[in-house]
């Protein structure tokens, strides 16, 4: 499975962030999945992908030429797109992955697992994502999404397929049981209205 993930290109204040960043990289490899991300070899995104390099996974990264031109693309990748504008990269990142994870980051990494949250919304693909919410990093985004559905802009099954996992064992117990929530969708509002 392809498994894109999301993340910062520094390390955050938390050493807890990148050694999260690395037990990530590691399962992925350890599961026999591909990692997909942003291609860059510093910070939390250097940390995952050295993580999954190591232990063997096949490792997409997809980069502007812009952040290459800078020096800090991650070398030894089985792949490096490379892409004009972020936009593209966003959208290859999206086609690419089967499977969406945001590790913490800042707001370039929110504006992407945001739109996961859209496509999730509207039933586009993927039914669901992953936000590892290390040492509590996204309380405060969840805390906000579950007002949203208080003011009645999003709905609670909506939310209920974006999940926190707190870390790496708990995300991968939420993959395991993964086909037992398959079946679960919302029956809600019109596609339309599902739409603002």
């Given at each position: 499975?392809?498994?894109?993930?999301?993340?910062?290109?520094?390390?955050?204040?938390?050493?807890?962030?990148?050694?999260?960043?690395?037990?990530?990289?590691?399962?992925?490899?350890?599961?026999?999945?591909?990692?997909?991300?942003?291609?860059?070899?510093?910070?939390?995104?250097?940390?995952?992908?050295?993580?999954?390099?190591e232990g063997g996974a096949p490792v997409i990264g997809v980069e502007p030429a812009f952040f290459i031109e800078a020096g800090v693309a991650q070398h030894d990748l089985?792949?490096?797109?490379?892409?004009?504008?972020?936009?593209?990269?966003?959208?290859?990142?999206?086609?690419?992955?089967?499977?969406f994870v945001a590790l913490p980051g800042g707001v370039g990494t929110l504006e992407e697992i945001s739109e996961i949250f859209t496509r999730v919304r509207l039933d586009m693909g993927p039914h669901e994502c992953f936000l590892l919410n290390v040492d509590g990093f996204y309380d405060p985004l969840r805390t906000f999404?579950?007002?949203?559905?208080?003011?009645?802009?999003?709905?609670?099954?909506?939310?209920?397929?974006?999940?926190?996992?707190?870390?790496?064992?708990?995300?991968?117990?939420?993959?395991?049981?993964?086909p037992q929530r398959a079946t679960l969708r919302c029956d809600g509002p019109l596609l339309a209205q599902k739409a603002g």
């Open positions: 499975m392809n498994i894109t993930v999301y993340c910062g290109s520094n390390f955050g204040d938390d050493p807890l962030f990148e050694k999260a960043a690395r037990e990530l990289g590691a399962w992925i490899a350890r599961e026999g999945h591909a990692l997909v991300y942003g291609g860059s070899s510093v910070g939390l995104m250097g940390a995952v992908s050295r993580a999954a390099i089985t792949e490096l797109i490379v892409c004009d504008t972020m936009s593209e990269r966003k959208a290859k990142m999206i086609e690419l992955g089967e499977m999404l579950a007002s949203m559905v208080d003011h009645g802009f999003f709905d609670q099954c909506d939310l209920d397929r974006c999940h926190f996992p707190r870390s790496v064992d708990e995300l991968a117990h939420l993959v395991r049981s993964a």
